[in-house]
T-cell receptor, first 111, second 117 residues
Framework: GEDVEQSLFLSVREGDSSVINCTYT??????LYWYKQEPGAGLQLLTY?????DMKQDQRLTVLLNKKDKHLSLRIADTQTGDSAIYFC???????????FGRGTSLIVHP | GAVVSQHPSWVICKSGTSVKIECRSL??????MFWYRQFPKQSLMLMAT?????????EQGVEKDKFLINHASLTLSTLTVTSAHPEDSSFYIC?????????????FGPGTRLTVL
């Protein structure tokens, strides 16, 4: 299987919360990342979490890390149409900052 | 800060021609840059790691003679797709490693859409 897995699609109503999930296989992950990619654009780092943390909150974004289950989630509160994009989960291992990416989750926000 | 640009943003070329894509770090120096390839609805695949002043390190399965990488300065890396074919059509994204920025060391460019006819 792939090193980083995430579901391909998520559809939510505007104003609701979105939760995007990700699982990874390498327990020696150092950093875990969430990137956002809008259509035709490059990647924008949304947030990252160090592997010894359980949670990180940044405005509407909340990252939860369950290291035991190797599960990472991104919660977007009060989801807006501008949040529609592909969200990539990624991990880096050891001293390397080269991330390994999941396939991305397409978030569709509808009125 | 930490802006990475790519040029061109899109390019269409004929089969058999070569195409050069530039990646620049605009407000910081990057000793290491990375080139990725992204197919539609797929993840980013690391193609190679480009180190300033030395040869690039290619990932397994990436043809180094086809994808020429040059990192001549601390702010510029180029990827040349030689003798391009339709199967080389893809979205190419570069990133630059900003030293001393823990965890978020890589900053990504906006990508270049290559279409080979």
């Amino acid at each position: 299987g792939e090193d980083v897995e995430q579901s391909l699609f998520l559809s939510v109503r505007e104003g609701d919360s979105s939760v995007i999930n990700c699982t990874y296989t390498d327990s020696s992950s150092t950093y875990l990342y969430w990137y956002k990619q809008e259509p035709g654009a490059g990647l924008q780092l949304l947030t990252y979490i160090f592997s010894n943390m359980d949670m990180k909150q940044d405005q509407r974004l909340t990252v939860l890390l369950n290291k035991k289950d190797k599960h990472l989630s991104l919660r977007i509160a009060d989801t807006q149409t501008g949040d529609s994009a592909i969200y990539f989960c990624a991990e880096s291992i050891g001293g390397s900052y080269i991330p390994t990416f999941g396939r991305g989750t397409s978030l569709i926000v509808h009125p | 800060g930490a802006v990475v640009s790519q040029h061109p943003s899109w390019v269409i070329c004929k089969s058999g021609t070569s195409v050069k894509i530039e990646c620049r770090s605009l407000d910081f120096q990057a000793t290491t840059m990375f080139w990725y390839r992204q197919f539609p609805k797929q993840s980013l695949m690391l193609m190679a790691t480009s180190n300033e002043g030395s040869k690039a390190t290619y990932e397994q399965g990436v043809e180094k003679d086809k994808f020429l990488i040059n990192h001549a300065s601390l702010t510029l890396s180029t990827l040349t797709v030689t003798s391009a074919h339709p199967e080389d059509s893809s979205f190419y994204i570069c990133s630059a490693d900003r030293q001393g920025v823990s965890g978020r060391g890589q900053f990504f460019g906006p990508g270049t859409r290559l279409t080979v006819l």
